[in-house]
């Protein structure tokens, strides 16, 4: 059984940086492409990035583009969402997913989820 479990969260003010982490055990990690999806309250679930297996492929949503950055660590089982820039509209509970694919881009494609990050952004 794949269990993802994210840290790194936070209060920042507007500005700030933070690093998320989701750190991966049960399954292959090299074999799962990893993504970050936030959820604000009353809202869906929104896509934030995508990374492939081996990190050479990366897709990032629109509001995030040029402020956050995906990566991974496979010696680690670790994947990462650099989060610079930040902005208050950018508070949400954050979500790491593992899929197949790195063009899944909806959250009905990933097949296991980690419980969540809070991360407030104030201004």
């Known amino acids: 059984q794949v269990q993802l479990v994210e840290s790194g969260g936070g209060l920042v003010q507007a500005g700030g940086s933070l690093r998320l982490s989701c750190e991966v055990s049960g399954g292959t990690f090299s074999d799962l492409c990893m993504g970050w999806f936030r959820q604000a309250p009353g809202k869906e679930r929104e896509f934030v990035a995508v990374i492939n297996w081996s990190g050479t492929r990366t897709n990032h949503g629109d509001s995030v583009k040029g402020r956050f950055t995906i990566s991974r660590d496979n010696a680690k089982n670790t994947a990462y969402l650099q989060m610079n820039s930040l902005k208050p509209e950018d508070t949400a509970e954050y979500y790491c997913?593992?899929?197949?694919?790195?063009?899944?881009?909806?959250?009905?494609?990933?097949?296991?989820w980690g419980q969540g990050t809070q991360v407030t952004v104030s201004s």
């Open positions: 997913a593992a899929g197949d694919s790195s063009h899944f881009r909806t959250p009905g494609q990933y097949a296991y």
